[in-house]
Every structure is written in C-alpha cells, then in structure tokens.
C-alpha cells in the first residue's frame, strides 16, 4: 500500500463503499415500507368485512365465542392476522391470541382514527400488543356500540404480498441497477486514481533519471494545468539550478587549479631570485663591492616587495569572494579619489617609460562607495595598464556620467585581448596577456560587483585595451 495511487483508490473505496451500503439499506428499506403499504391497502376493509361476517364480535356475552370460533378459522386461512377488540381507549378487551400471551394492555387509538379518516400516506403501522415495542401494519373499523375491531397483519400476513412484490422485474432492476453502480463507482475509484497519478509517477520516473552531471535541461510541462504540472516545472527550475551550481563549482575549481598553477609559477620566479641574491651576499661576503651588496640588497627587497602583494592580493581576493571583506560605503566624490590615486602612481609610470594622461573630469562624480575598496580596484586597473604598455607608449584615463552611472575608462597601448579570452579575462588566475597571477582584474571586477557596479571590458589584438569601471552614480 506504499503507492499513491493505490492510497487513492482505497480512499475512493471507503468512501464509495459506504455509500453503496446506504444506497442498499435505503433500497431495502423503501422495499419494505412498499411491502407494508401494499399488505395495508390489500387488507384495508379486513375489520370491516369481520364486523358483517362476525356479528357476535359486537354482543357482549358473545365475544369470547366468536373470537375463538374466529381464531380458529383464521388459524387455517390466514396464519398471520390476528383480531383484537378494543374500547373506546385502545384497551384490549378481547382476543384471537391467548390474553396471557400479551404484552400490552392497550393500544394507540390515534393510527386507529387515522385509517378510518383513510390518512394512509405510506404504511400506517399500529401497536403490536404481542411485542413491548414492535409496530405493524393493521386494518380498523369503528364498533358501532362503541370500541374497534382492530385487525393486525404480522410478518407472516405479508409474507404473501411480499412473494410478489419480490417477483417485480422493475425491482429487481433497481436492485441490479444499484449493484452496478456500486461497482461502476469502485472501478471509477481505481481508474481515477491510476489517471491521477500517471503523471505523478512520470515525474518520479524523471527524478529517477535524472543526473546531475549530465548535459541538458529538464523539460518543463508546456501548459500548467494543475499542481502536477507545477511540481514538475519547480523540479526542472531545482534540477536547472543544481546542474548551474555543479557547472559553476567545476569552473570554480578549474579557476582554482589555474589560478594555483599560475601562483606557483609566480611564487617560484621571485623566490628562486630572492635566494639567489641573499647566497650571493652570504657566500660572497666582503668580496662584494658596497655598490654591488646596495644593488643585490634592492633587488632581494623588491623581489620580496613582489612576493607581499601577491599574497595581499590572494587574501583580497578570498575575502571578496567569501564576502568577509568589511564593506563601509560612504559618500565619495569619484573625480577626487582618481586623481588621488592617477598623482601616486604618476612617478611610477614615468620611470617605465609611460606617459599617464588623466583627462579633467566634467564633475565630482558622486558615488557610494568604499574608498578603501574602490582605490584597491583602480590600482590594479592602472597597474594592468602600466604592465602591458611598452616605453613609449601612454595611458589615457577619462571620467565622465552617463544614464545614472559614473565610468571610469583606462585606456592602455598595450599588445591588446584575443575576442576568445575576453569573456575569461576577469577570471582569476587568467594571465595570458604577459604573465602574473591574473588576480588584479578579478579583485577590480569584485569590488564593482560589491558596490553595485562592474568593470568592462573592450581589446582588440594590436590595438590595446580599454577597462572602465562601471558605478551607481549617487544622487
């Protein structure tokens, strides 16, 4: 009983059977009634036609005689109806039975005035004196001295009546007719259950099928009809989301690897040079000029420099990812904080060899933002910048607001993005433009997503790159 549909069909059963048990009782019932009001209609001028027959039932003195000479008659013609007479009041004052065979004294005279009024709507059932409680059908007829002789037709009176009424071909459809719909009702039962459930269990054979590993969509119902077709649609909506999160934690992890290689590479190369200038110095000791040991010292410590902001930048980047990085925006006016950091950097530009031409702003350009954060990402914009323009060559930085929107453009001459890795380029560990870790653009790209905002990208190869840092302008 595990399944649903065969839950159902047993809960359409219990409900339909019990109604089909009703529907027989109530078909019994009214035959029974039918029976008695037939008995009663046959037999409804029974008392009167004894009154003629029998005149001794009206003398008294004659009574005891004439009910017995009556019961003995009636003993062989009609086992079944018995005679009492009665008074005024319904008391019993004779009978075809035997008195100590009675149990009540009296009767109700009110069915009594009813029959005789000819109130004989449905079977009018009088005090069986046999019984303490039993009820029959009976015939009446008023005395004239005074009293009633009251017929009653027991069970066996209408034993007869019943017999034929038992023959009826048209009840006997109507029983046969009531089976069939008992049971017409209990294959219904079934066979609407099966169909409620044909599509439950589809869907459960889909969940079965289903992997998460595997290319392609759930297919969702076309047409919404009922809950059905809407747990389908939210399974296919849930198997969608699950195969995107499987999709994105395999990307994820294949950045992870990328970027590790990428790191590891990185790690090494100013590892491998930091220990060889402090062999040198520890083996060659005072054999070095103090020209040399400044020169292999300065190299050690920038080696070591380089060594710092990588690691910065790795913990920068897992905290923006995880979203432990304490954002605190704050008003900021974005034209002052970029030439801020375009004044910083400037020395660092001219000693590659690179010109850094920040165009006038046309405004304060106020954003919400952390500032902290947002000079973090316009760093490593120009830094990207500086690393990819040859000597020579300049970076062009412009200001401007457009649509509710304050962009921040960095135009470098460099070597310029392949159009198939510019979908990757905010991927960290991506460094095909020249090497490094690749995590400067992806730590700018997290830091505008943070503020509400993105960075943008537009290179074509030999002709530079141009990166503009997209933010919600505030009001």
Sequence with gaps: ??????????????????????????????????????????????????????PGLMVAGEQAGALDALAAELAMTNPGVEVYLLDERGRIVGASPPMEALVRKSVNAEPLERFVRGDLRGPLLGDDPKRPRGRQVFSAAPVPGGGWVYVLLSDRALDSVAAAVAGSTVLRLALWAGLGLVLLAALLAGGTAFWLTRRLTALEAAMERFDPASEGALAAPQRVRDEVDRLHGRFAELAGRVRDLIA?????????????????HDLRTPLAVLSGYLETL???????????RTRYLAAARAQAERLARMTEDLFTLARLESGAWPFEPEPLALAELVQDVALEWKPRFEAAGVKLEPAPPPGPLPVQGDAGLLERALVNLLANALAHTPAGGRVRITLEAANGEARVSVEDQGPGIDAADLARVFDRGFSKQGGGAGLGLAIAQQAARLHGGRVEVESERGRGSRFVLVLPEAS
């Design 282 to 292: 520890e083996h060659a000791g005072d054999g070095l000029s103090a020209e040399e």
């Design 248 to 264: 994105a934690e395999r990307a994820a992890d294949r950045h992870r690897r990328e970027l590790v290689a990428g790191v590891s």
């Design 1 to 54: 009983m595990r399944s649903l549909a065969a839950r159902l069909a047993l809960a359409f059963s219990l409900l339909v059977l019990p109604l089909g048990a009703l529907f027989v009782w109530g078909a019994l019932d009214a035959a029974r009634r039918y029976h008695q009001e037939i008995a009663q209609h046959q037999y409804q001028g029974l008392a009167e036609n004894l009154l003629h027959l029998k």
